[in-house]
């Protein structure tokens, strides 16, 4: 049974450097069940979702969230990935796309994604002001298409490593793991975590071992590692009637009556948590009247 899943975030060589470092294998199993998804899709949803939940953890106010949006030119299409301060959720086009491993065993995420196309991040700081990030995609692996992101879209030089350990529906350990040298930082410090860098490659094999805590120790020896703040992660959705109203609405008046006159209702599913919303003919009117009297729809 895994711990609870918790972001950490600490503090390397008196504030030189800042480091996150989390768990997310229930998170990750809960998108897994959710979505039925393959093991190499598991793999590239859990590596987004911890590096998505990364971004989420910098945003500080609460109706603050960010999206992180892979469209590559592999078979699983676009990648979406929703997180705020510690909540997460996620889909693919195509959740079920089932590959072989690669040479070294591992499961081939870079090939599902695919290795050319963009990431864009989409931070919504509340009051409808959105900064919108964009990259373009170096492998589709995920962890090394942050690390570009961070570095070429927020100046800020980055070591991500991200990891999701499968077998078959299950997930035996996910995690990850940020760090970022802040100005100032010296090179001896930056060689030192450079020449580290192949303990922590394979962190969710290093997981397996060790609990996180234990890991940040181990790895950060000698560079007095404090944690400053430990936050708990999840999988959740806040999909509702009411937001799938908005949807339905946003339709326009022209589709709303079409849903009423050929398809006798409409029921929708929440991509994020399969949730279903049914609307007879008769609730579809009667939104319809009420968007059309509130100005929110053009009426026919
Ligand atoms: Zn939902």
């Known amino acids: 049974m895994a711990d609870r899943d918790e972001m950490l975030q600490i503090d390397l060589c008196e504030g030189q450097v800042r480091v996150m470092l989390c768990e997310t294998?229930?998170?990750?199993?809960?998108?897994?069940?959710?979505h039925g998804s393959t093991p190499v899709c598991t793999a590239a949803l859990g590596r987004l979702m911890t590096g998505t939940l990364m971004l989420g953890i910098m945003m500080k106010g609460?109706?603050?969230?960010?999206?992180?949006?892979?469209?590559?030119d592999g078979p699983m299409g676009s990648l979406v990935a929703v997180a705020d301060h510690g909540h997460v959720k996620a889909c693919a086009d195509d959740p079920r796309v089932d590959l072989?491993?690669?040479?070294d065993g591992k499961l081939d995420v870079g090939s599902a994604v695919g290795r050319h196309g963009r990431m864009s991040v989409i931070k919504d700081l509340g009051l409808k002001k959105n900064y919108i990030g964009q990259s373009e995609l170096v492998s589709g692996e995920i962890a090394m298409?942050?690390?570009?992101?961070?570095?070429?879209?927020?100046?800020?030089?980055?070591l991500v490593a991200l990891g999701v350990l499968v077998s078959g529906e299950t997930v035996l350990k996910a995690g990850g793991l940020l760090i970022q040298p802040l100005p100032g930082c010296p090179d001896e410090v930056i060689?030192?975590?450079?020449?580290?860098?192949?303990m922590f490659a394979d962190i969710s094999r290093e997981m397996t071992y060790a609990p996180i805590e234990q890991l940040c120790r181990d790895w950060f020896q000698g560079m007095n590692p404090k944690i400053l703040e430990r936050t708990p992660l999840d999988y959740r959705c806040t999909c509702s009637r009411e937001r799938m109203e908005k949807a339905l609405i946003?339709?326009?008046?022209k589709d709303l009556q079409s849903l009423i006159d050929e398809d006798q209702g409409a029921e929708l599913v929440c991509h994020f948590c399969?949730?279903?919303?049914?609307?007879s003919t008769e609730e579809l009117r009667e939104l319809m009247r009420n968007a059309v009297k509130k100005g929110e729809a053009e009426p026919e």
Do not use: M
Not at 62 to 72: A, H, I, N, P, R
Not at 100 to 103: I, S, V
Not at 191 to 198: A, G
Not at 274 to 279: A, D, P, R, W
């Open 25 to 34: 294998t229930a998170t990750v199993q809960r998108c897994a069940d959710i």
């Open 62 to 72: 609460d109706d603050e969230s960010v999206t992180v949006t892979l469209k590559g």
């Open 100 to 103: 072989a491993p690669r040479e």
């Open 145 to 158: 298409d942050f690390a570009n992101y961070f570095t070429v879209s927020e100046q800020q030089p980055s």
């Open 191 to 198: 060689d030192q975590l450079e020449l580290r860098s192949p």
């Open 250 to 253: 946003s339709l326009g008046t």
């Open 274 to 279: 399969h949730g279903k919303y049914k609307f």
